[in-house]
């Protein structure tokens, strides 16, 4: 109670300044001291836990170095073990190889005994084919001298002959040897004539059976047809309708169809000309169709003229699915179809190509079906085999070899190709369908009325046959006979013997097959006749 009274006495008395700094400095020092104390604390307190993890750290190297030490123990015994181990393996391994080398060797010594008691065997052998080659050698020796005595007699003997005969051995040979290729000539060549006859009168008949069965099976129209369009008018009034004013009508008809209109003096007819049948028969049909409806004059040629060839490949088209369909066929392609029914439109030597492929697609079918071939690809041939004849008129080339390509454009079988390109020989054929197809389009160009040809190509076709078969050595005459059908060849009998008149007959059929152009066959036939005329007086 004093001292707090003495105290605030004291604040009292005491100013405020010198109050606040007393105070201040009493804090001073309490927070040293604070300060310090804590340092202390704080030192006494890190020096007791470096302490501890001294001792702790000494404890695991002495843990440590104790477990390495028993480690190392263990290793070394480990190692002693695998040392000994490999020891006794490698022991016992070379005490094998040991015994092993010793059999080899005993082996080996036995073998060598074995070579040792050959090779006095060979040289005993040796020794015996030594003595044996010097008994051959005396020999030979022997032969060799009798062999020299022998070949002078043989000379001997051989200048005799010659002197006897008067011929030297080579001059004698000769004559041999010509005497018997004379001999081996004719007798080949009559077995070869007797031979090729029995097989043709063989084949004839079987061949003459299987085509009149397929002949009377295919009974088709084949009346020939011309090439030449006329249209008859109904007066002779149209005509100048027709050639219009100042000729206007007929240039738009022939420009509009591509064939020339001939108007002469002929009454009430006019004549179309031109090689294309197709536009031929266009022309044909728009004259028509102009003459009957009466009005003509340049639009209307032209409309009407546009109008027929659409009709018409409508027509052709429909031409050529009918005789797809007719025959049995199918998977033509389109554009062969259309020039199968251009054929229609087509002549060849006045036979309508059309109905030719037609009849030549069922004849070989049915003589495939005769012989148990393929009748599908029999039709299929036949029914193209002329397809080239539809653009032979527009391209360059034979209608052969027309017709074979537009069959390889078209993915065509190889064989139906083949069939097309060798119809008329001009290249071997590969089936046996082929050569149906060539005697089916003989046969189809063979039958009578079938073909007909101009007067003059007839004539100079005779001519031509008998040319042909008189240029050949040995003939004395020749005639073509038969409508052409036939050649029968006379010749020389002091120059061609019987034999040779066969070959003779074969060559004569190969140069008019390569240089002569004919419908349906020809036959050869050569004729030798010796005659010996003598006159009693």
Do not use: W
Not at 156 to 178: F, G, P, R, T, Y
Not at 222 to 243: C, F, G, Q
Not at 314 to 324: C, L
Not at 445 to 472: D, H, M, Q
Request: proline share 2%.
């Amino acid at each position: 109670m004093n001292a707090q009274v003495l105290s605030t006495l004291f604040l009292a008395n005491v100013p405020l300044g010198l109050t606040i700094g007393l105070c201040v400095g009493i804090l001073v020092v309490a927070l040293c001291a604070g300060c310090f104390l804590g340092y202390v604390l704080y030192k006494k307190n890190t020096d007791k836990k470096l302490g501890d993890v001294e001792t702790r750290t000494k404890k695991m190297v002495d843990d440590a170095t104790a477990e390495c030490k028993a480690l190392k123990k263990e290793a070394i015994l480990e190692a002693k073990e695998q040392e000994l181990r490999l020891r006794n393996e490698f022991e016992r391994e070379s005490r094998e190889k040991k015994a092993e080398l010793t059999k080899h060797e005993q082996r080996l010594v036995q073998k060598e005994e074995i070579l040792d008691k050959k090779e006095d065997s060979l040289l005993k052998k040796s020794d015996a084919l030594e003595q044996q080659k010097r008994d051959l050698q005396n020999k030979e020796l022997e032969v060799k001298k009798t062999q020299e005595k022998v070949n002078h007699q043989h000379e001997l003997m051989i200048q005799e002959l010659e002197k006897v005969a008067q011929l030297s051995k080579e001059e004698a040979k000769k004559l041999l040897c010509d005497e018997i290729l004379d001999e081996a000539r004719h007798d080949v060549a009559l077995q070869v004539r007797s031979i090729e006859q029995t097989a043709k009168d063989e084949a004839n008949n079987e061949a003459k059976k299987i085509i009149a069965l397929a002949v009377q099976r295919c009974a088709s129209d084949h009346a020939s047809e011309i090439t030449v369009s006329v249209v008859p008018l109904p007066s002779d009034d149209m005509k100048a309708r027709i050639i219009g004013r100042e000729g206007r009508n007929i240039r738009a008809i022939e420009n509009a169809t591509g064939i020339e209109l001939i108007i002469d003096d002929t009454p009430e007819v006019v004549v179309l000309s031109g090689f294309d049948p197709v536009r031929r028969e266009v022309a044909r049909l728009s004259l028509e169709r102009l003459i009957s409806d009466g009005r003509i004059h340049p639009a209307r040629i032209e409309e009407t003229v546009e109008k027929v060839k659409k009709e018409m490949d409508a027509e052709i088209k429909a031409a050529g699915e009918n005789a797809m369909f007719e025959v049995g066929i199918f998977g033509l392609h389109p554009e062969i179809i259309k020039l199968i029914g251009r054929l229609k439109y087509r002549t060849s030597y006045g036979q309508n190509v059309y109905k030719h492929s037609l009849e030549v697609a069922r004849l070989a079918g049915l003589m495939a079906q005769e012989l148990g071939l393929d009748v599908n690809l029999a039709k299929r041939a036949g029914l193209l085999h002329d397809i080239g004849k539809a653009v032979d008129h527009e391209q360059e080339g034979t209608h052969i070899q027309l017709g074979a390509d537009i069959a390889k454009k078209y993915k065509e079988n190889a064989n139906v190709i083949n069939a097309i390109a060798a119809h008329h020989g001009d290249c071997e054929p590969k089936t046996i369908e082929a050569v149906l197809v060539a005697a089916a389009d003989a046969i189809s160009g063979a039958r009578p009325g079938a073909r007909r040809e101009t007067g003059t190509n007839y004539v100079k076709r005779l001519e031509r046959l008998e040319e042909i078969a008189s240029s050949f050595t040995g003939v004395d005459k020749s005639y073509a006979i038969q409508a052409g059908r036939e050649v029968r060849v006379i010749v020389k009998p002091e120059q061609i013997d019987d034999a040779q008149a066969l070959f003779l007959a074969k060559d004569i059929a190969k140069k008019i097959e390569a240089e002569l152009e004919y419908p349906g066959q020809i036959k050869v036939n050569v004729i030798r006749e010796f005659r010996s005329v003598e006159y009693a007086k």
